[in-house]
């Protein structure tokens, strides 16, 4: 069974292709700059003998459409497959299904329409993810396709974590709760952690930090989300590259009176603006943490801030799980920093959470889960790598074959 995942933003696609028998990746690429002068395609593959290749193109990408044949065609030169219909399912990342999408569903007109009644919640990303499902379903007109939704995992969070203390006209009327994001991700890497441990889903408690340019934290109780740090939209919770996160919301109205400053203007600033970015002016945290070794004060901070704001997280997020396995670490951040690794998982011993500082070091640019914790330490500290695309394709196909069947 040959699944096509596709995560489409506003000027970008990125795809990957898996063989579902084996669970590996035939091929993946990334469109940059569609609908500009000049636009970038990146493709990799395994060819017929086994090795894997790679080309780089630059070429006028006008609109999604031919970005969506431009990888048809990469995928049928580099001899995966045939052509769009020969597939077995494309899965499709979708931002946001607000509280319609629990599970990930097949694709009609029906599901198309309530993606997009979704989309004053995320504005940013749903429309974008609908043009890749439309011309996709344009592109292999006989294929299942399938929406995956980033919150879906966090749909069992119970009502007092998810609703935010105002009025309740303001949940009912116009849907303001907490949602969660990075779902598939929290959801992948939570079943690794639990077949790592030796334990059925339904009886592992993790706490999960996904650190990367967007970064969210997970309070996972059975197998199952019951708190998560990103909110309504992705700017909640920690420290990110260009988000602020965690902020109080008069600083908004603070702004506003202060500065000639639009609503528009201060939603850019604290999205677009903020995070490393706003602390000490560079948005990658490899950079941040370069600076922080030559001595720049501002970036020495963003580290100790973010470390802050994360090891807050862990506190709180134990008590809600009272027992805790295990503490995991993925995404790029989370997998390859271990100096911000440890710098969380410092003094708190309280806890039962003590490091091995050698394991802690060696876990860097690993392929399988590590175990960094020492042998005193109560819980388990893991830093486990994820795979966002193999899951989409993954519960694509699942939904794809319960479809059949």
């Known amino acids: 069974m040959k699944i096509l995942v596709i995560n489409t933003g506003s000027s970008s696609i990125k795809y990957e292709l898996f063989t579902m028998t084996k669970r590996q990746a035939l091929a993946s690429g990334q469109l940059e700059q569609i609908g500009q002068a000049e636009g970038r395609m990146r493709h990799s593959f395994?060819?017929?003998?086994?090795?894997?290749?790679?080309?780089?193109?630059?070429?006028?990408i006008p609109d999604h459409r031919t970005g969506l044949n431009l990888i048809g065609k990469a995928l049928?030169?580099?001899?995966?497959?045939?052509?769009g219909d020969s597939l077995d399912g494309i899965g499709h990342r979708v931002v946001h299904g607000g509280e319609v999408f629990k599970e990930p569903t097949l694709i009609n007109e029906v599901v198309i329409a309530a993606i997009r009644a979704q989309s004053p919640l995320a504005p940013l990303h749903n429309p974008a993810n609908l043009i890749g499902i439309e011309e996709a379903c344009r592109f292999a007109p006989t294929v299942p396709q399938v929406a995956?939704?980033?919150?879906?995992?966090?749909?069992?969070?119970?009502?007092?974590?998810?609703?935010?203390?105002?009025?309740?006209?303001?949940?009912?009327?116009?849907?303001?709760?907490?949602?969660?994001?990075?779902?598939?991700?929290?959801?992948?890497?939570?079943?690794?952690?639990?077949?790592?441990?030796?334990?059925?889903?339904?009886?592992?408690?993790?706490?999960?930090?996904?650190?990367?340019?967007?970064?969210?934290?997970?309070?996972?109780?059975?197998?199952?989300?019951?708190?998560?740090?990103?909110?309504?939209?992705?700017?909640?919770?920690?420290i990110m590259g260009t988000r602020s996160g965690d902020i109080d919301p008069a600083v908004i109205f603070?702004?506003?009176?202060?500065?000639?400053?639009?609503?528009?203007?201060?939603?850019?600033?604290?999205?677009?603006?903020?995070?490393?970015?706003?602390?000490?002016?560079?948005?990658?945290?490899?950079?941040?943490?370069?600076?922080?070794?030559?001595?720049d004060p501002d970036a020495l901070l963003a580290r100790q801030m973010t470390a802050y704001r994360i090891k807050k997280y862990l506190g709180a997020y134990y008590a809600v799980l009272n027992r805790v396995d295990a503490i995991v670490f993925t995404g790029g951040i989370g997998e390859n920093?271990?100096?911000?690794?440890?710098?969380?998982?410092?003094?708190?011993?309280?806890?039962?959470?003590?490091l091995d500082q050698d394991k802690n070091a060696a876990a860097v640019l690993c392929d399988?889960?590590?175990?960094?914790?020492?042998?005193?330490?109560?819980v388990k500290l893991l830093v486990i790598p994820t795979n966002e695309e193999l899951q989409i394709a993954t519960q694509a196909a699942?939904?794809?074959?319960?479809?059949?069947s």
């Open 398 to 404: 699942e939904c794809i074959s319960k479809s059949k």
């Open 148 to 238: 995956v939704f980033d919150t879906a995992f966090h749909q069992t969070i119970p009502s007092y974590a998810y609703r935010y203390a105002i009025p309740k006209e303001d949940y009912e009327k116009h849907h303001v709760r907490r949602y969660g994001f990075h779902g598939t991700s929290h959801y992948y890497v939570t079943q690794q952690a639990a077949a790592h441990l030796g334990k059925p889903m339904d009886e592992t408690n993790v706490i999960v930090f996904h650190l990367g340019n967007g970064a969210s934290a997970t309070a996972i109780v059975g197998g199952r989300s019951v708190d998560t740090s990103m909110g309504m939209t992705p700017l909640e919770g920690l």
């Open 46 to 60: 395994i060819d017929s003998d086994g090795q894997p290749r790679k080309t780089v193109t630059q070429q006028p």
């Open 76 to 83: 049928k030169d580099s001899g995966v497959v045939q052509d």
């Open 368 to 378: 399988d889960i590590q175990e960094i914790q020492n042998t005193q330490s109560q």
């Open 254 to 295: 603070y702004l506003s009176r202060v500065t000639d400053m639009t609503p528009d203007e201060i939603d850019n600033r604290l999205n677009k603006a903020s995070g490393l970015k706003g602390i000490c002016g560079v948005i990658d945290m490899r950079e941040v943490l370069e600076k922080a070794k030559a001595g």
């Open 337 to 354: 920093d271990s100096a911000l690794r440890q710098m969380v998982c410092t003094d708190l011993n309280g806890l039962g959470i003590e």
